[in-house]
């Protein structure tokens, strides 16, 4: 499985069965996980500060994971692209494939509502255990000191870098838990690999993803 698939998991509400992600563009969200996933891979690589990141390919050769070497085969054509275009290409139908991976590895079940004559498609989560556990251990490093692990650590960086820690945290727990996951971002954990596809991954959600919707909300 995937950053992304983990993060659409952790997301999933068992009691409404919906997406929680709370984002002006959820699939951006998805192509943040997959960019963190490529650039830990040495396949993808973040170059450049502020407006002028750009994000190149290192290494086309197939993905094992299949959602992300979906995300991949998009952006094969070797172009360097600005971050927002990269994030855009990778996170295309991101949240339907997440989606697709995770009722195909079991772990959750689809099925269509109607409401006032209007299908809408929700998810069952069926497997609580990997859910509970991936919260569990990303609350326990950012709340309890627990060490953060090659699964917990990506999933940290990437919450933090979508906005997203409040999936995991209440509102009273969030402001240690965001300088807790800044701490992680920036330890020795990992390999610098690692933790270099943690800040770039940031940087290139925040020009992506951020920087437009701070524009769209000043000039509206």
Known sequence: M???TDLVLV??????????????DNDAIIGGAHL???VAARRLAVEGTAKKVRVRVLD?????????EDALARMRDGKTRK?????????????????????????VRDRQESI???????YDVVDIVRREDLIA????????????????????????????????????????AKAAAEAVSAGDWASAGVKDAITETQTALAVAVFTPTIIATTSS
């Open 60 to 68: 086309g050769s197939p993905y094992p994971e299949p959602e992300v």
């Open 2 to 4: 995937s950053i992304a």
């Open 116 to 122: 006032l004559g209007f299908k809408l498609r929700r």
């Open 137 to 176: 251990r990303v609350r326990g490093t950012l709340l309890q000191g627990l060490p953060v692990d090659a699964t917990s650590g990506p999933l940290i960086g990437l919450l933090q870098a979508s906005d997203q820690l409040k999936l995991v945290t209440s509102r009273e727990e969030r402001k240690p």
């Open 11 to 24: 997301a999933t509400d068992p009691t409404t069965h919906k997406l929680t992600l709370s984002s002006v």
């Open 36 to 38: 963190l996933e490529l």
């Open 83 to 107: 971050a927002s275009d990269a994030v855009s290409r990778l996170g295309k139908n991101g949240v339907q494939n997440a989606y697709r991976r995770l009722v195909g590895a079991g772990q």
